[in-house]
């Protein structure tokens, strides 16, 4: 497809959109509650796509293309805590973490990788 083709196709995407009202409704979706505010966590992040609070308090961010970023005492830590080879293709790479449930037991300091 040629550029020039693909941005009309995206302009009469868009029209057709804003004709049926899709547009306003997802502009409606990003409108908070009445007492929820929206507050940045941390910045310097590429592609998050998922996090998880450890039972110790620290914010574990995943980021598409195989980091595993760590939110400590509210300031991201400049070194990952895990760097995997992934394939960030599309809507591949590093799309999940998980902990144990006896983590606050047997894994205080640590995460632990088990192979599947």
């Not at 868009?14 to 306003?24: E, K, P, S, Y």
């Not at 590093?94 to 205080?108: K, S």
């Amino acid at each position: 497809m040629t550029t020039r083709r693909w941005f009309a196709t995206r302009r009469v995407f868009l029209l057709l959109m804003a004709i049926c009202g899709v547009v306003d409704r997802f502009a409606a979706a990003a409108t908070l509650p009445t007492g929820f505010s929206e507050t940045p966590v941390a910045s310097g992040l590429a592609s998050p796509t998922a996090m998880q609070f450890a039972p110790d308090g620290r914010l574990f961010v995943c980021e598409q293309d195989g980091r595993l970023r760590v939110i400590k005492d509210g300031a991201l830590l400049p070194t990952p805590f895990l760097t995997l080879t992934v394939s960030s293709v599309g809507e591949r790479g590093l799309l999940g973490v998980a902990f144990d449930p006896a983590f606050a037991m047997n894994h205080v300091n640590g995460l632990q990788i088990v192979p599947q």
